[in-house]
C-alpha cells in the first residue's frame, strides 16, 4: 500500500500501476482488462458518506461504496463499501455544489464531524483552519495523493480552540485539481505517524489525460461586503501514450467585511476590527506519471500558491497621537493598523512505483515549504517617533516565519496465499525519514526599536530562531479474513524523534459481515502528536490601545524563570465502534460511536500578568509601551506552550442517503449526516512553582465546549431534465465560553483573568439553496445562496466587548459571523 504517510501512493500500482495507460495496442485487450484502465476516481461522484455499504448497494449513490479507496488500508483494490473503519468520501462536484471558494470551507458545508472557526484575529485571522471531532486543528493529519502534506509557518497565537495550531492549509490547493476527499474519521498513528489523531484528510487530486474545464464564481455577503470572485481552471493532456500531465489553476479575490458594533469610545462603528480579511490568492498544481516500463511508473506533483491578505487591528483614537504631531497630520482622524500576510507556498513530489515478483512497491520524496511575511500598514512606532522625530507609516517585513518539511518513504505490499489457510493476507510494511525545519525572522529595524511598531511589535533579535529536527520510522501492517464475513487489520509503527524522543503506536481494526445488510466494524488504537517546532520556539508580542499580550517560547528564558519546561508528545487511546445497515433497499444508514482519550495536550498555559509578565517580557527582549504602567494587571499577559491537560471526547457519526425515483419527472437523492460530540477535562497541569493549573476556565472552555455539541445536516437534490436544485439545512449546536468582563470608559480595561462570565452560543440554523439549468453538454449556470436567511452568531453583552466592537465571539467554532452568501457559478467542461 502506499507510502507510511501515504493512503494513496502504493495502494494503486495492481490498478494505476499495470492499467494506467493506454498502449497503442489497448483496442486489442478484452473488454474487461480496459474497464480497469478507468481511474478509481471517476466513481466518486456523488460518494458523501457512504462508506461500507452493504453489496446490495445499486442507486447512484452506492458509487461511493464501488469507490477503491486508498485511505485507512493497506489493501490493494479496496472499496469504500468494504472498510473497516468510517470514511467519507467527497467529490469534486459535491465541491463544487456548496459555492464555497475552496475545500475547507467546501468540506464545512457537507461534512457534520468537520468545523472551522466562527473567525480569527490578528495574524490568525489570515489562515483558515479546521477540526474533527472537536479537537485540534494540529490532531488532524491531512495527505495529498497520500503524502504528508506540509503545514503552514503561520502559527495561531490568540485564544481559542484552535490556539497553537499550524494546519495544513488546504485552501491553498487549487480546488479544480482535486478529483475527490477521502476522510477517514479514526485514529490512525499507526497507519501514517504523528497528527491522526482525530481523522485523516486525503485530497486525491485528477491525472484525467484528456478535457478541459472551468469555472466562475461571483458573490457577495447579505451585507452588501465582502465581494468575491473565483476563476478555476483545469486539463489534461496524453505524454506520448505511456503517460499523462494534468495541469489545474486558481484565481481568488475577496474584499474586507465589517461586523463590529459602534465603538465604545466614540459611540460609531469606526473600528473594523471584527471582520473577514481581505485576500488575494493565486495557486496552481501540476500532476504527472509516465510509465517506462508495464510495470514501473515515474510520478510527480508540484503546487504553488501566493496569497496576499490584510486584516484590521482595533482602531486607535486621534487622542493618541496628541504628542506626536507630525504623525498626528497624517491621520487626523485616528487610525486602523491592518496586518498584512505575503505568503509563498510550495511543495514538490517524485517518485517511482511499481510491480516486482508480486510486490507492490513505491519509493518517494516530497519537499514542501511555507513561507510568511507580516507585515503592517497605517501604523506607527511611537517609540521611534519620540526618538527621532518620524517614523514610517508602513513596515513590510514585521515578522517572518517559514516551515519547510522533507518526506523520503519506502513503501510494500503483497498479498500472500498461505497454505491451509483459506484467505488471502495482505502484508505491508516501510520505513520514513524526515526532516523538519522551522524559522522565526528578526523583524526590520524601524518595528523593533523601543516597543515596536504598533499593534504587532517586530521580532527582536533574541527571538529569532531557526530549529529542525529528523524523524525517523517504520511500520507493518497485516489484513485478513479470520472467516469469510469477519476482517481483521493490524498495523504497528515506531518513530523516533531527534528533540522528543521515541513513540510505539498500534492499532487493531476489524470488520463482520452478518448479512448482506448489516454489519458491524471496530477499532482500538493508541495515537500521538509531537509538538510542532512552531509550538517549542514561536515568540511574538501584540499590542492593543491599552493591552499587551505576549506569546513566548517554552524554552526562553522569560518562560524557564516562571516553571516552564520541555515540551511533550501528545498521546491518545482511540475506540470507535459502528454499524453498517441497509433496512430498506438502497438506504444506506452508518452509526459509529466513539471515545478519544487525549493526554499531555499543548496549548498556552501558565499565564501570567501585570509585573510578573512585564518581567517575563523583559527577560526575552521585549519593550512595552510607554504608559503601560498605567494599564491594569490583566491587561498585560504573556504566556508559553506548555503538556497543560487531559480529555476525554465522546461523541456518534450518523450518516444515511435515500433515493427516490418520480418516475419520468426526476429523482431525489436525500441525504442526513449528524454528528454529536462532547469534551471532558480529565486531568490539569499544575504550575511547579505556585502549585496552581496552567489553565483558566477560559482557557478550558477553549478545549471542552468552543465545538459545537453537535452538527446536523439533511437535505436532497432534486434532478428533472436540466435542471437540478439542492436544498439543505445545517444545525449547528450549542457553544459556551467563558468571556472576559471590561470596564473603564470605552471598556478599555480588563476587570479580571481569574473571574469570568459564561455565554452561550445558541443553536443556529443555516438554510443552503441552488439552482442549476445546464444549456448544453458543455455550458451549466448556478444561482446560488449560503445562509439564505442571514444567520449570524449570539451576540455578546456588551461588558464583555473589548473596545464594545467584538459582537460575535470570534474563540469558538460554530456559525461563521459572515452570513448569507448569494452566488452566480458558471461552468464549461469540453
Known amino acids: 500500500m502506499a507510502a507510511d504517510e501515504t493512503g494513496s501512493a502504493t495502494v494503486r500500482p495492481a490498478v494505476s500501476v499495470r492499467h494506467h495507460r493506454v498502449p497503442v495496442s489497448a483496442k486489442a485487450r478484452p473488454a474487461a482488462t480496459l474497464a480497469r484502465v478507468r481511474p478509481a476516481s471517476a466513481t466518486a461522484v456523488n460518494a458523501s458518506s457512504t462508506a461500507g455499504l452493504p453489496p446490495r448497494s445499486i442507486d447512484a449513490a452506492s458509487d461511493a461504496g464501488e469507490t477503491v479507496i486508498v485511505t485507512g488500508t493497506r489493501e490493494t483494490g479496496k472499496k469504500a463499501r468494504d472498510s473497516v473503519a468510517p470514511i467519507d468520501i467527497i467529490s469534486a462536484k459535491q465541491l463544487s455544489q456548496t459555492g464555497q471558494p475552496n475545500v475547507l470551507q467546501a468540506l464545512a458545508q457537507v461534512l457534520p464531524s468537520l468545523t472551522i472557526p466562527t473567525g480569527g484575529f490578528d495574524t490568525g485571522a489570515l489562515t483558515r483552519s479546521f477540526s474533527l471531532r472537536g479537537l485540534s486543528p494540529n490532531e488532524t493529519l491531512v495527505l495529498v495523493d497520500g503524502k504528508r502534506r506540509h503545514t503552514t509557518a503561520n502559527l495561531y497565537a490568540d485564544g481559542g480552540p484552535q490556539q497553537g495550531s499550524t494546519p495544513v492549509d488546504v485552501s491553498l490547493i487549487p480546488m479544480s485539481a482535486i478529483d475527490h476527499v477521502e476522510i477517514l474519521r479514526d485514529g490512525a498513528s499507526a497507519q501514517y505517524g504523528s497528527d491522526a489523531v482525530a481523522g485523516v484528510v486525503n485530497i486525491i487530486l485528477k491525472k484525467q489525460d484528456h478535457g478541459f474545464s472551468a469555472q466562475s464564481i461571483t458573490g457577495i455577503n447579505a451585507a452588501e461586503d465582502g465581494f468575491q470572485q473565483g476563476v478555476d481552471l483545469d486539463g489534461g493532456a496524453k505524454l506520448g501514450d505511456r503517460g499523462y500531465v494534468h495541469v489545474s489553476g486558481e484565481f481568488f479575490h475577496q474584499d474586507h467585511t465589517y461586523r463590529s458594533a459602534p465603538d465604545a469610545r466614540t459611540g460609531t462603528k469606526v473600528n473594523k476590527v471584527l471582520g473577514q480579511p481581505e485576500e488575494t490568492r493565486e495557486s496552481v498544481a501540476v500532476k504527472a506519471g509516465y510509465h517506462i516500463t508495464e510495470d514501473i511508473e515515474l510520478y510527480g506533483l508540484a503546487t504553488y500558491a501566493h496569497r496576499h491578505a490584510e486584516s484590521f487591528q482595533n482602531y486607535r483614537l486621534a487622542s493618541s497621537l496628541a504628542n506626536y504631531p507630525a504623525y498626528a497630520a497624517i491621520y487626523p482622524d485616528g487610525y486602523s493598523p491592518l496586518e498584512t500576510l505575503d505568503e509563498n507556498d510550495w511543495e514538490v513530489t517524485a517518485g517511482v512505483r511499481g510491480i516486482f515478483r508480486g510486490w507492490n512497491w513505491d519509493l518517494s520524496s516530497v519537499y514542501g515549504r511555507d513561507y510568511d511575511q507580516i507585515g503592517l500598514k497605517q501604523s506607527a512606532n511611537l517609540a521611534l517617533s519620540t526618538a527621532t522625530g518620524q517614523t514610517p507609516t508602513r513596515f513590510p517585513n514585521v515578522q517572518g516565519f517559514s516551515n519547510s518539511q522533507w518526506s523520503n518513504t519506502f513503501d510494500l505490499s503483497r498479498a500472500f496465499h498461505v497454505s491451509g489457510w483459506p484467505h488471502s493476507i495482505n502484508v505491508a510494511g516501510g520505513a520514513t525519514y524526515r526532516y523538519e525545519s522551522y524559522s522565526v525572522g528578526t523583524g526590520e529595524p524601524d518595528s523593533t526599536y523601543g516597543s515596536g511598531s504598533d499593534a504587532l511589535a517586530?521580532?527582536?533579535?533574541?527571538?529569532?530562531?531557526?530549529?529542525?529536527?529528523?524523524?525517523?520510522?517504520?511500520?507493518?501492517?497485516?489484513?485478513?479474513?479470520?472467516?469469510?464475513?469477519?476482517?481483521?487489520?493490524l498495523a504497528g509503527r515506531f518513530e523516533h524523534y531527534t528533540d522528543v524522543g521515541d513513540t510505539e503506536t498500534g492499532k487493531v481494526s476489524t470488520r463482520y459481515d452478518a448479512f448482506k445488510w448489516l454489519a458491524f466494524r471496530a477499532t482500538i488504537s493508541n495515537g500521538f502528536h509531537a509538538p510542532t517546532l512552531a509550538q517549542e520556539h514561536y515568540s511574538s508580542l501584540t499590542l492593543s490601545p491599552t493591552a499587551a499580550r505576549g506569546l513566548i517560547a517554552a524554552n526562553s528564558p522569560g518562560a524557564l524563570a516562571n516553571g516552564?519546561?520541555?515540551?511533550?508528545?501528545?498521546?491518545?487511546?482511540?475506540?470507535?465502534?459502528?454499524?453498517?445497515?441497509?433496512?430498506?433497499?438502497?438506504?444506506?444508514?452508518?452509526?459509529?460511536?466513539?471515545?478519544?482519550?487525549l493526554r499531555d495536550q499543548i496549548l498556552p498555559g501558565g499565564n501570567i500578568t501585570g509585573d510578573q509578565a512585564r518581567s517575563a517580557l523583559g527577560l526575552n527582549g521585549f519593550t512595552l509601551p510607554a504608559g503601560s504602567e498605567s494599564w491594569s494587571a490583566s491587561s498585560l499577559s504573556a504566556n508559553w506552550f506548555a503538556n497543560v491537560a487531559s480529555t476525554r471526547t465522546q461523541g456518534v457519526d450518523i450518516t444515511a442517503t435515500y433515493p427516490t425515483q418520480l418516475g419520468s419527472i426526476g429523482i431525489i437523492n436525500w441525504d442526513v449526516a449528524i454528528n454529536l460530540n462532547r469534551t471532558r477535562l480529565s486531568h490539569q497541569t499544575m504550575n511547579s512553582q505556585t502549585g496552581l493549573p496552567l489553565l483558566s476556565a477560559q482557557s478550558v472552555a477553549y478545549i471542552t465546549t468552543a465545538y459545537p455539541r453537535s452538527k446536523m445536516i439533511w437535505g436532497g437534490r432534486f434532478t428533472s431534465g436540466k435542471w437540478t436544485v439542492g436544498v439543505h439545512e445545517i444545525r449547528y449546536g450549542q457553544t459556551t465560553s467563558e468571556l472576559t468582563y471590561y470596564g473603564g470608559t470605552g471598556n478599555t480595561s480588563s476587570l479580571s483573568s481569574t473571574i469570568f462570565r459564561e455565554f452561550r452560543n445558541t443553536p443556529k440554523f443555516v438554510t443552503n439553496l441552488d439552482i442549476t439549468y445546464r444549456v448544453n453538454r458543455n455550458w451549466s449556470f448556478t444561482l446560488g445562496a449560503n445562509n439564505i436567511f442571514d444567520a449570524r452568531p449570539s451576540r455578546v453583552p456588551d461588558g464583555n466587548r473589548y473596545l464594545g466592537a467584538p459582537e460575535y465571539y470570534m474563540s469558538t467554532s460554530q456559525l461563521d459571523m459572515n452570513g448569507g452568501f448569494y452566488y452566480l457559478r458558471a461552468n464549461l467542461t469540453l
Do not use: C, F
Not at 444508514?589 to 478519544?596: C, K, L, S
Open 458 to 489: 517586530g521580532i527582536n533579535a533574541g527571538n529569532a530562531s531557526n530549529s529542525s529536527r529528523d524523524v525517523v520510522g517504520g511500520y507493518i501492517d497485516v489484513a485478513t479474513h479470520l472467516m469469510k464475513n469477519w476482517q481483521l487489520d
Open 564 to 597: 516552564a519546561s520541555q515540551l511533550k508528545p501528545e498521546r491518545s487511546t482511540n475506540a470507535t465502534g459502528g454499524v453498517i445497515i441497509e433496512p430498506v433497499k438502497n438506504l444506506h444508514i452508518t452509526a459509529d460511536v466513539y471515545q478519544i482519550n
